[in-house]
């Protein structure tokens, strides 16, 4: 019997919320914890609308930086400005 109580006493603190993270702010106050981020798909093979495997596109552009004749940055809107 003493055997059966100790297990239950084990199990009660295993399950107990003094083990959870809990989140605290810079001062030392409780907050809510934020959702955990999500792992980013793994990339694989690209399929069309119906499953087939087709050629995947290519990746775009980093950034749509453009450059003056001088080779200064500047809006792409601008007269004169080519992508760089």
Same mark, same amino acid.
């Given at each position: 019997? !003493?055997? @059966? @109580? #100790?297990?239950?006493? #084990?199990?009660? @603190? @295993?399950? !107990? /919320? ?17 959702? +955990?981020?999500?792992?980013? #798909?793994?990339?694989? +093979?690209?399929? =069309? ?13 980093? !950034?749509?930086?453009?450059? =003056? ?9 601008? +007269?004169?400005?080519? /992508?760089?």
């Amino acid at each position: 019997m !003493s055997r @059966l @109580l #100790a297990v239950a006493a #084990a199990l009660s @603190l @295993l399950t !107990s /919320p003094a083990f959870a993270a809990p989140c605290k702010d810079a001062k030392g106050k409780f907050i809510k914890c934020p959702p +955990p981020v999500a792992a980013p #798909a793994p990339k694989g +093979p690209c399929k =069309d609308a119906k499953g087939k495997f087709v050629k995947c596109p290519p990746p775009a552009a980093a !950034s749509s930086r453009c450059k =003056d004749a001088k080779g200064k940055f500047v809006k792409c809107g601008t +007269p004169g400005a080519k /992508p760089a």
